[in-house]
């Protein structure tokens, strides 16, 4: 069984299923996006209600999401954060 599948616009879309690190490969097939390519997909979501531009967004932020939660490794429900 694969750990992505395809959206309309052909982006991977990272699965549950798998492990992590083929979770994080997936989202750094996603590619990054120009300002010019984000504004425009921003406009198209906006103006046009258009999912498959709010889907290309949300994909293309999700190695930002990746990051932030490699911050939060280690860490336990119940125990702040560690002093840096």
Not at 1 to 12: E, F, V
Not at 13 to 27: F, R
Request: hydrophobic residues 40%; charged residues 25%; negative net charge.
């Amino acid at each position: 069984m694969t750990t992505t599948a395809l959206i309309a616009n052909n982006l991977p879309i990272p699965s549950a299923l798998g492990s992590l690190d083929a979770y994080i490969s997936a989202v750094n097939r996603v590619p990054v996006l120009t300002v010019e390519d984000e504004q425009a997909l921003a406009r198209r979501y906006r103006d046009e209600e258009d999912l498959d531009a709010a889907k290309a967004l949300v994909m293309s932020h999700l190695r930002f999401v990746v990051h932030v939660a490699r911050g939060y490794s280690g860490l336990r429900p119940g125990h702040g954060r560690p002093d840096p």
